[in-house]
T-cell receptor, first 115, second 112 residues
Framework: NAGVMQNPRHLVRRRGQEARLRCSPM?????VYWYRQLPEEGLKFMVY????????ESGMPKERFSAEFPKEGPSILRIQQVVRGDSAAYFC?????????????FGEGSRLTVL | GQNIDQPTEMTATEGAIVQINCTYQ??????LFWYQQHAGEAPTFLSY????GLEEKGRFSSFLSRSKGYSYLLLKELQMKDSASYLC?????????????FGKGTKLSVKP
C-alpha cells in the first residue's frame, strides 16, 4: 500500500523559471494538502484540495502560486517565475474523507532550490 | 493570532525519559497533534488530543491542558532511532480540515 508519493524529490530552477511539483495521494484518499517548510521554520499550510475543487487556499501566496487536483492524475503545485525566496521543502499530505481531523499522511517532500 | 512555542533542541540519553513541551495561543482551539519528522523525511503522525488528559500509546504519551494552553509529549525508554524533530500542531475552528498550525519543532538528539 504505497504512501503519499511526491516528485521530483529535488528540483533546481533558475530565477524566473517555473516549478511543477506533483503529488499522488495515498490510495483511497480524496483530500490533498500542500505545506511549505522554509529552513528553520515550521510547516506552513498552503492549500487544501479535493478532486477538481480547491477547498481552502488561505495559505497560498496571491501571485505566482497555483494548485490543482484534477479528476485523473496527481495534484500539482505550480510556481511561476520562481524567486530565491521560494527555495523550500514542499510537502504534500493526504487524508481520507472522514477520520481524525488533522491526521495527515505526508509525502517525503520536494526540495526546491532556486539559483 | 495563532502562536505555538516549543523548545528548539533537546538532548537525552538512551533508555531515559524525555518530555517535550508545547504551549499555544490559538483562537478557537480544536485539537492538538504531535508529529515526528526524521531529517529529510516525511512527518509522521504520533498522537491527537482534543480533551484534557493523557493519551498513552506504547512508549509515547501525550498530555493536554486546554485551560493552560499546554501540551507535552513524553517519550519513555528512549532509543537512538527516536532522534528526530517533534512537531506540535493545532487545529482550530475556522480553519478547514487539514489546515494545521505547526510549531517550529523540537530537535531531539538521543545519545548513547
Amino acid at each position: 500500500n504505497a504512501g503519499v508519493m511526491q516528485n521530483p524529490r529535488h528540483l533546481v530552477r533558475r530565477r524566473g523559471q517555473e516549478a511543477r511539483l506533483r503529488c499522488s495521494p495515498m490510495k483511497g484518499h480524496s483530500h490533498v494538502y500542500w505545506y511549505r517548510q522554509l529552513p528553520e521554520e515550521g510547516l506552513k499550510f498552503m492549500v487544501y484540495l479535493q478532486k477538481e475543487n480547491i477547498i481552502d487556499e488561505s495559505g497560498m501566496p496571491k501571485e505566482r502560486f497555483s494548485a490543482e487536483f484534477p479528476k485523473e492524475g496527481p495534484s500539482i503545485l505550480r510556481i511561476q517565475q520562481v524567486v530565491r525566496g521560494d527555495s523550500a521543502a514542499y510537502f504534500c499530505a493526504s487524508s481520507p474523507g472522514q477520520g481524525k481531523a488533522g491526521e495527515l499522511f505526508f509525502g517525503e517532500g520536494s526540495r526546491l532550490t532556486v539559483l | 493570532g495563532q502562536n505555538i512555542d516549543q523548545p528548539t533542541e533537546m538532548t537525552a540519553t538512551e533508555g531515559a525519559i524525555v518530555q517535550i513541551n508545547c504551549t499555544y495561543q490559538t483562537s478557537g482551539f480544536n485539537g492538538l497533534f504531535w508529529y515526528q519528522q526524521h531529517a529529510g523525511e516525511a512527518p509522521t503522525f504520533l498522537s491527537y488530543n482534543v480533551l484534557d488528559g493523557l493519551e498513552e500509546k506504547g512508549r509515547f504519551s501525550s498530555f493536554l491542558s486546554r485551560s493552560k494552553g499546554y501540551s507535552y509529549l513524553l517519550l519513555k525508554e528512549l532509543q537512538m532511532k527516536d532522534s528526530a524533530s517533534y512537531l506540535c500542531a493545532v487545529s482550530y475552528y475556522g480553519g478547514s480540515q487539514g489546515n494545521l498550525i505547526f510549531g517550529k519543532g523540537t530537535k531531539l538528539s538521543v545519545k548513547p
